[in-house]
């Protein structure tokens, strides 16, 4: 199930004012940028590059995941391991805002997220 419109336009203006805040400076962004997408549930941070055998060609790599549970009013936390699954982040596996999501991503205190 998708989310509410109200729902909707809240997480849109923090991830559009996130996205802005945390992407690469625009004379770099043809070798990497960073975007969202929005899926059912789900918010997936994603890192795009030109794939490394044709520069014409770009992959999309989800790097950061975090899933709305509307019974519990809490957002899990996802990150991507090396099989390309993801895998619930400890600690702290959920948040109670978008915006502490986000702020646990930044910090990325144990390399999960960026490397």
Known sequence: MAFDLNKSIDIIEIMENY????RPRPEI??????????ENQSIILNEIRPYWGNPNEVLTSG?????????????????????????????????????????IVDQDKYGCFKG
Do not use: C, G
Not at 29 to 38: F, P
């Open 19 to 22: 996205i802005s805040k945390v």
């Open 29 to 38: 962004m043809h070798n990497i940028d960073l975007s969202y997408a929005i």
């Open 63 to 103: 790097y950061a995941k975090s899933t709305f549970v509307k019974n519990k009013n809490i957002w899990k936390i996802y990150w991507k391991r090396a099989d390309n699954k993801w895998h619930l982040y400890e600690p702290p596996p959920n948040v109670e805002q978008l915006k502490d999501f986000l702020k």
